[in-house]
């Protein structure tokens, strides 16, 4: 209750028109770097504390929560619209929303994520003004063995929920992403591995880029290789007839008001609340998970998304564009903003991508976090819940702003969308590192993508393998130096234990699944 107080306290101090306005402008940029592939949180916080270290620590904080909050939301819109997640934290909802736009329901589906998104956030803000000393004592008990069976139950999760057939596909997929982030310099001894004596490679497989390529390239070419929808030929000149053109766009585009007029009959607020459990489940998971160092919202959103899924009464639906399945991990990813900022403000270890770069902003700005700031600067963790607060109802208002304008992107024809896309793709993948292997990286990934596509494989895993690559391998290979090889370590310990266990349950849940299907 203390800590409710002070962060009410702390926001009424915030109310400058000033500070609204930053806030406000900052959210709005945050939730189209969000949406641009490639332009993720993190991208967009790093640049922005360069930009902004001149800057009064009021203004720099409120800048650079007012990206964080609405970038992580932005990868949402593209992925619904697109299928092209704009963050990885928004991969997992893609798999419900795009279907959901597909449907016509575009609009919808960006207001319904947006106020999950929103009510995420604030149960993210809850525990980071409340609950954050709790939390921090359950982060402190992981060690080794349980970053490594976290990562490894991240990529199973992963790979048994996106397989279009069967899970294997999905684990396979996620072992190649393991595979792709073994490349480069092993960090525990120094050694390059698997970089076939290419200098570039020795630096290892960038995230971003092969995200990009693996979920924006293949998109192009499907896209491209289709017959838009608004060519229609003149059979008597061969050409595309501008009226029958405009006649056909007209219908089409009246088809999907109808859809739209029809689906409001089911209010935003209806569909939200009616999803309560769901969002108070993935909250707690994403604040959880977000409170662990280093793991960040990626995972908090699959794992919200997997448990949703498990929990549902209409499990048969998902992958078919259900809206409890795009609330889920929206919910995650969002409640792990306010976890995340836990252990990096009371122990200095920064729980996402994202808030690694905020710490080196505080730092920057002379503020040093740790068990120490609640008596150098006892305000400050209040100050911080206090501006994710603002960062909320600025939210609230940018999506109002934004979402109608982005949904058209759905009636730009594909001969237009789809290269602008490509062009946005590679300058986002080559503004990261400012290097021009990245391009290739683009390429060469989206390529595979593409192949894997056909083969019915999905990009999720690979990508999430990719990114828990190295945290599996290095926690590893550490915790046995730790127990001089001995591998009982990840079953004396009780909370790898437990992950070990529902991995195994998982996996053999999902084999008498199948047995069951082929037997009937």
Known sequence: MDGLIS?????????????????????????????????????????????????????????????????????????????IPGTASAAATALEGHPLAKQGKAIQAIKVTRMASIIGTFIGVVALAVLAPLLTKVALMFTSPEYFMLAVFGVLICGSVV?????????????????????GMDKLMGASRFDFGLTDLMSGISVVPAMIGFYAIPEVIKALSKKDDLQVIDTNSGRVSVFKRISHAYKVLMKKESKIAADKEERIFKIVFRNIRVIIQSALIGVGIGALPGVGEDVAAWVAYDTARKTSKRKNEYGTGIYEGAIAPEVGNNSA??????PMLTLGVPGSPPAAVMLGALMIHNIQPGPMITRDNPTFIPYMA?????????LWVSGNVLARPMSKILKVPNVYLMP????????????????????????????????????????????????LGNMIDEN?????????????????????????????????????KKKKKAVQ
């Open 7 to 83: 962060m009410f306290s702390e926001f009424v101090k915030l109310i400058d028109p000033w500070v609204i306005l930053i806030m406000l402008g900052s959210t709005m940029v945050g939730v189209m770097i969000g949406a641009l592939p490639g332009l993720s949180a993190t991208m967009g916080i790093a640049l922005l504390t360069g930009l902004t270290y001149k800057f009064p620590v009021v203004y720099t904080f409120t800048i650079l929560i007012g990206i964080y909050v609405g970038a992580i939301y932005g990868g949402s819109i593209s992925a619904i619209l697109l299928n």
């Open 163 to 183: 397989s279009m057939d069967i899970p294997l596909k999905g684990w396979i997929g996620g072992v190649l992403g393991l595979l792709f982030a073994c490349i």
């Open 386 to 394: 206090a501006l994710l607060l603002m960062g909320i109802i600025a």
């Open 337 to 342: 903003i306010g976890g995340a900022l836990i």
């Open 476 to 512: 590893f290979r550490r915790s046995l130096t730790v127990s001089n090889g001995d591998l009982s370590i990840f079953i004396t310990r009780p909370i790898a234990l437990i992950f070990l266990i529902v991995i195994i349950l998982t996996i053999l849940t999902k084999v008498f």
């Open 420 to 467: 602008i896309i490509t062009v946005l793709s590679i300058v986002g993948a080559y503004a990261i590192n400012i290097r021009s292997f990245d391009i290739i990286i683009v390429i060469v990934f989206g390529l595979l993508g593409y192949f894997f596509d056909k083969m019915k494989y999905s990009p999720a895993p690979i990508v999430l393998g990719l990114i």
